[in-house]
């Protein structure tokens, strides 16, 4: 999944205005918004990748994970597809889906990487 903040109007909420990017949206309706995702939170990451750089294709079973991109342009690889993301996408990735960052551009692409532990 992936959502852009500019692709969705923003909202007033406990006194200042924000996006919803991820969470409450309908590919989480059977989720409650406490679960909708990362249920289990685990960790937060700030992630920098120099132009150029790409990291590897990997999963994580035991996790499922949200990219918040902040700075820059790449491409992400989902599964099977691989998408372009810029600054202001988020992408949530399943537990067990394979994923892996490229940033074949010029600058530096930023992202936050939210984490949770799958509940069992």
Same mark, same amino acid.
């Given at each position: 999944?992936?959502?852009?903040?500019?692709?969705?109007?923003?909202?007033?909420?406990?006194?200042?205005?924000?996006?919803?990017?991820?969470?409450?949206?309908?590919?989480?309706?059977?989720? @409650?918004?406490?679960?909708?995702?990362?249920?289990?939170? %685990?960790?937060?990451?700030? %992630?920098?990748?120099?132009?150029?750089?790409?990291?590897?294709?990997?999963?994580?079973?035991?996790?499922?994970?949200?990219?918040?991109? @902040?700075?820059?342009?790449?491409?992400?690889?989902?599964?099977?597809?691989?998408?372009?993301?810029?600054?202001?996408?988020?992408?949530?990735?399943?537990?067990? @889906?394979? %994923?892996?960052?490229?940033?074949?551009?010029?600058?530096?692409?930023?992202?936050?990487?939210?984490?949770?532990?799958?509940?069992?």
């Amino acid at each position: 999944v992936i959502r852009n903040w500019r692709d969705d109007p923003p909202r007033l909420s406990h006194g200042a205005f924000g996006w919803s990017i991820l969470a409450a949206k309908e590919q989480f309706r059977e989720r @409650t918004y406490e679960q909708a995702p990362l249920e289990g939170f %685990h960790g937060m990451t700030m %992630h920098l990748m120099a132009a150029g750089r790409s990291e590897a294709v990997h999963a994580h079973a035991e996790k499922e994970q949200v990219y918040y991109f @902040t700075e820059g342009r790449g491409r992400l690889v989902l599964g099977d597809e691989t998408v372009n993301v810029r600054d202001g996408d988020a992408a949530y990735i399943p537990p067990g @889906t394979p %994923h892996g960052l490229i940033n074949d551009g010029r600058e530096w692409i930023q992202h936050l990487i939210l984490s949770a532990l799958i509940q069992s």
